[in-house]
């Protein structure tokens, strides 16, 4: 057995001088009369060279000491360039002449453990004249109390591990004042250098320890840093905890605790702490269930908005083509949620809602024109309901200011600052500075707003615009600008085109759905009406007719090239028909002789309701779009 005098010579208490060849000047006795190693049971420690000298081998009981790893003690330059450049010397020296000063100024409940060498705490005034700690936390890492650091900045578990003795629970916090906190009460406790989060590249001096404590602060970086630090060490131990402060402040921290508290009490509050690891949730997993629990769990359907075209915390894309009333339809939209009547009297709406609308088309002073000529009809039409428009509807003023650049931030303040159930944006094209039409810049966008939807617990209204095409074509998801990476996020997509056969009349498909729709891929017709009423107010809305006949693109098209067109004008009855009279039409007018071709123009022209058959042999013509749509 190897004794310490053999090794150190003269010993005061647990500390002697350090007999390294060639030591740092730090480690000169001289300088240093109560010495820099501390002796401890099994080994001693020099806590400037870093020098280890083990006194005996044997077996025992609990976990062994683990030696510091090996470092090359840093030369007399290293050491001043980080010693001296932060002036490490003169707040140490500060620091244990007026120690009892100090810790009464910032409230420390600490005891004379913190005048350890191995703590190396030194004391400063910052540029505001305030108390502010240092760190000495090797000799070539000086770092200021959430302030600058000097010499070698990479993240270093501090104080290492082996001067704290044999323990089989290690307690990691937020910091080097909680450590040196957790150590005063006699709590073995370190912290990683460079923050919530943060993890040193080597981590053989955690080998020691089977249990894991980790005691961050009570905010969302020391919550979040807590996570991912456990999930980093999971493998490494045996049993991880996190301990949460419920209840307590923001920012509250282990040094707050130990203010009020004991080690007993804290003690008892790790033992209360659940095991980390339990659920795949803590490992960052998904929720998992046994299939009683998941019936159970999600039992309860999802909670409708607005009747087949939008669910509690989904997203509606309302898409289409310059001018075809996209903002207007936007307006009635947010005016029947608010109010809890039905969309054009055909949607229903169960309850009203708390609704904030934003757009970025019009001025100011156009958009209140608008918003006034759409909610008067609605109001008129449902005076009962209509004091809920004022009181759960807000506008946001933000028209024609800044266009192009994100305004995501600032919805974000007005979600945070009132809580809403709906969030309507007037466009998606303009409330960004992305590019919109490249799939590869819009994949942010998408996330922000999906964690908008997320954490505040919205329904969203997202207006967009359609590519622009030469060709009038069925309505389809791929028109819309933003392509599969945009509209793959979209729970409800609702699209507009103009027609060409009715003045006023638009067509509204529902192209996609996550829930029922009894409208799915359904062309419906809609009306725009625009008048002043007798009293001089401006009326502004859609009103819903029917489905559309299957033929979509008959709408689109200009009557002046149809040739179902003409052949009804070369029938010469105003009303009725027969089959003969039909088969002569289409002859003088295409040149069409079969009879089999005669049934299958029948067949078709009654399709897109053009005509209706009586009987056998004998149609009806239905005089004009309109009709067909009114039948």
Not at 74 to 90: F, G, L, M, N, W
Not at 579 to 593: G, H, I, K, S
Request: charged letters at 25%; hydrophobic letters at 35%; a neutral charge.
């Amino acid at each position: 057995m190897i004794r310490p005098e053999d090794i150190f010579g003269e010993i005061r208490g647990n500390r002697a001088q350090c007999p390294t060849k060639d030591r740092p000047v730090d480690c000169d006795g001289e300088k240093r009369l109560q010495g820099p190693v501390q002796i401890n049971e099994t080994y001693a420690h020099c806590h400037v060279c870093t020098g280890h000298w083990p006194f005996e081998v044997k077996d025992r009981t609990g976990p062994s000491v683990v030696p510091p790893p090996k470092v090359t003690p840093p030369t007399r330059k290293q050491i001043s360039a980080a010693v001296k450049k932060s002036e490490y010397s003169d707040a140490r020296k500060q620091f244990l002449d007026h120690s009892d000063t100090i810790l009464k100024e910032l409230s420390l409940p600490w005891n004379e453990t913190a005048h350890d060498d191995i703590y190396g705490v030194g004391v400063r005034r910052d540029r505001e004249k305030n108390l502010q700690l240092v760190f000495k936390i090797n000799d070539n890492h000086v770092k200021y109390h959430k302030g600058t650091q000097f010499g070698d900045k990479k993240c270093k578990v501090y104080p290492h591990p082996s001067y704290l003795g044999p323990h089989t629970t290690l307690f990691l916090v937020e910091g080097e004042k909680d450590a040196i906190t957790a150590n005063c009460h006699g709590v073995p406790a370190v912290t990683f250098t460079t923050g919530a989060g943060a993890l040193p590249s080597d981590l053989k001096s955690l080998d020691n320890y089977e249990n894991l404590v980790i005691c961050y602060d009570n905010d969302d970086p020391g919550k979040e840093g807590a996570r991912k630090i456990a999930r980093a060490l999971f493998k490494k131990m045996q049993q991880i905890k996190i301990l949460n402060f419920n209840g307590a402040p923001e920012k509250y921290d282990l040094t707050d605790y130990f203010m009020n508290h004991t080690k007993d009490e804290f003690l008892s509050l790790v033992d209360e702490a659940p095991v980390f690891g339990r659920s795949p949730v803590d490992l960052g997993g998904m929720p998992a269930y046994s299939p009683s629990e998941f019936a159970d769990k999600f039992k309860d359907p999802p909670k409708m908005v607005v009747d087949s075209l939008l669910y509690d915390q989904d997203i509606l894309c309302l898409a289409g083509s310059t001018n075809v009333g996209k903002s207007v339809f936007g307006l009635q939209l947010t005016t029947s949620l608010a109010m809890g009547v039905p969309l054009m009297g055909q949607f229903k709406i169960p309850k009203p809602k708390k609704v904030l609308h934003v757009q970025f088309e019009l001025k100011d002073e156009a958009f209140a024109g608008l918003l006034k000529a759409t909610s008067n009809h609605i109001m008129c039409e449902y005076p009962v309901e209509a004091p809920r428009f004022e009181k759960n509807c807000t506008f946001l003023s933000s028209g024609q200011r800044d266009l192009f650049t994100d305004k995501y931030e600032q919805i974000e303040a007005n979600l945070m600052f009132k809580q809403y159930d709906v969030l309507v944006i007037d466009n998606l094209y303009t409330s960004t500075d992305v590019d919109i039409s490249r799939n590869d810049k819009l994949t942010d966008l998408i996330r922000r707003i999906v964690n908008l939807k997320k954490e505040y617990n919205v329904a969203m209204v997202m207006i967009s615009h359609h590519k622009k095409t030469d060709a009038p074509a069925p309505l389809d998801i791929a028109q819309i600008l933003g392509g599969t990476s945009y509209t793959n996020h979209m729970d409800f997509i609702a699209q507009f085109a103009n027609t060409k056969r009715a003045e006023g009349i638009k067509v509204m498909k529902i192209t996609k759905v996550r829930a029922h729709s009894s409208f799915h891929n359904m062309p419906l017709a809609l009306k725009l009406h625009n008048y002043k009423d007798d009293d001089g107010k401006q009326h502004l809305y859609f009103q819903y007719l029917k489905p559309l006949p299957k033929n979509e693109m008959f709408w689109y098209a200009d009557p002046k090239e149809s040739d179902e067109e003409r052949v009804l004008k070369a029938i010469p009855t105003e009303s009725n028909f027969s089959w003969e009279q039909f088969q002569a039409a289409l002859e003088a007018t295409l040149n069409l002789t079969s009879q089999q071709t005669a049934y299958n123009w029948l067949d078709k022209m009654i399709d897109q309701g053009l005509i209706s058959k009586i009987e056998r042999g004998h149609y009806r013509k239905i005089t004009t779009e309109i009709d067909a749509i009114f039948d």
